[in-house]
């Protein structure tokens, strides 16, 4: 049962347009979510995050949205370049996971991640 | 750079073999994680630590074990190899594991059983 997902595998977008990556969530304990960005051969790296008390949050050309109510973020990119052409990873993480994922706060769970092309 | 460290960068061994993995957190953090990115899936958790001690377990399988040491380094061993064990491994930490706190990973380790 996937609780985290990222229902488009690959989006492809013009360098200055805006990127849209989506991801829904079935757990409502969920309180806490983050977006990774991982290019091959590299470890995910840390892109911006968001708590539940908060539907928006911004840092430079990101931005994330929360929708409680839809159970859905969303990551905006905007202008797009050439070199965020990567896979976008979507997480989760709550105070108590459920126990099939360790039962405990702190551990995330990932979407399996939507791959971003920015082409010039 | 993450701040985190992982050796070896590639590892290739034989079904039934046994390997280690290490993890160095960033400065100050006292939790590290690990996680497996087998092929067509996302990242599953696999343990957690925190100075020293395991706090959460997700689908590892008994076969794998992990330990953090004094000097909050980590290992996850990986015993009696089957092919499809063969994934990328990644730890991350942070300052002290819990929620609504961001994880940073490490490069990975690229596991081939053949």
């Known amino acids: 049962d996937q609780q985290v997902k990222q229902n488009s595998p690959s989006l492809s977008v013009q360098e200055g347009r805006i990127s849209i990556l989506n991801c829904d969530y079935t757990?409502?304990?969920?309180?806490?979510f983050l977006w990774y960005k991982k290019y091959p051969a590299e470890g995910p790296t840390f892109l911006i995050s968001i708590s539940s008390i908060k539907d928006k949050n911004e840092d430079g050309r990101f931005t994330v949205f929360l929708n409680k109510s839809a159970k859905h973020l969303s990551l905006h990119i905007v202008p797009s370049q050439p070199g965020d052409s990567a896979v976008y990873f979507c997480?989760?993480?709550?105070?108590?996971?459920?126990?099939?994922?360790?039962?405990?706060?702190?551990?995330?769970?990932f979407g399996k991640g939507t791959k971003l092309s920015v082409k010039p | 750079d993450s701040g985190v460290t992982q050796t070896p960068k590639h590892l290739i061994t034989a079904t039934g073999q046994r390997v280690t993995l290490r993890c160095s957190p960033r400065?100050?953090?006292?939790?590290v994680y690990w996680y497996q990115q087998s092929l067509d899936q996302g990242l599953q958790f696999l343990i957690q630590y925190y100075n020293g001690e395991e706090r959460a377990k997700g689908n590892i399988l008994e076969r794998f074990s992990a330990q953090q040491f004094p000097d909050l380094h980590s290992e996850l061993n990986l015993s009696s190899l089957e092919l499809g064990d063969s994934a990328l491994y990644f730890c991350a930490s942070s300052v002290d594991g819990t929620a609504q706190e961001t994880q940073y990973f490490g490069p990975g380790t690229r596991l081939l059983v053949l």
């Open positions: 997480a989760a993480s709550a105070v108590s996971t459920p126990a099939n994922y360790g039962g405990s706060q702190g551990n995330l769970i």
């Open positions: 400065s100050g953090d006292l939790s």
């Open positions: 757990n409502s304990m969920f309180d806490y």
